[in-house]
């Protein structure tokens, strides 16, 4: 009889730390709410991640955004480097559609001086010599002219009149005007003297600017045999030029 005190209050112990122990540990509902709530949140953030990645454009993958980013350098670069071969490109066809404008240019100048000065010569009281060189110089001149001319429109070629072709316009007017004024001897030393000078100064021309930038064929060619026709003329006015130092 004296043990059934005690085993009643072991039992109601029990019964108590039992009660305690339910009301600490949480239920297995209140366990997957909490699991459940944890895994939303989580997946919440990481969306809210990508979706930052993809407005802004920073995430890269570890193993393709560097190589995409590479590769988008590339195309920039190559790009770029297409850009730059099609400038110089223009650039060039630029250059050599101006070496033939120039050619044109120059040539139609040169042959209008050597034209007009001619007939300053005939108009002139001249030794039959100086007479006979003036009327070649005027017929062949004229007919590069008129070829000149042909190539400007077969060619399409437009005459480029530069700063150099406008001044040597200029000092041909201003050398006729001064053959103008002269008469007899006077004259004729003059002249034979400025078509030295001038037909020498056209096939330095020729040789070192209009021949190399020429890029047309058939107007590189009528340069060579332009060429040819100066080198001639210069030839014989140096020989008139001799003989009329010779005569003095």
Known sequence: MK????????LAS???ATAVQAEQAPS??????ATDQSATTGGQ?????????????QHQDPTTGGMAAREGAMDHDHDGTMDDR???DHATMSGKAGGDGLAVATLMAVNDHEI???EIALDKKVSAAVSQY??????????????????????NVKPMETAEVVAMKQKSEQEREMLRKLDGPAFEAAYIDAMVKGHADAL?????TLLPSASDPQLAQHLRDTRGHVANHLEQAKRLDNNAQAAR
Request: glycine share 6%; net charge positive.
């Open 3 to 10: 043990l059934l005190p005690l085993v009643t209050a072991v």
């Open 14 to 16: 029990l019964a108590i």
């Open 28 to 33: 297995d509902r209140e366990v997957k709410s």
């Open 45 to 57: 953030g990481t969306a809210a991640r990508k979706g930052h990645d993809a407005a802004t454009g």
């Open 86 to 88: 099609g400038m110089d």
């Open 116 to 118: 007009k000065s001619a």
């Open 134 to 155: 003036a009327k070649m110089l005027r017929d062949e001149h004229t007919k590069n002219q008129t070829r000149t001319r042909q190539l400007v429109q077969s060619e």
């Open 204 to 208: 330095s021309k020729i040789d070192n």
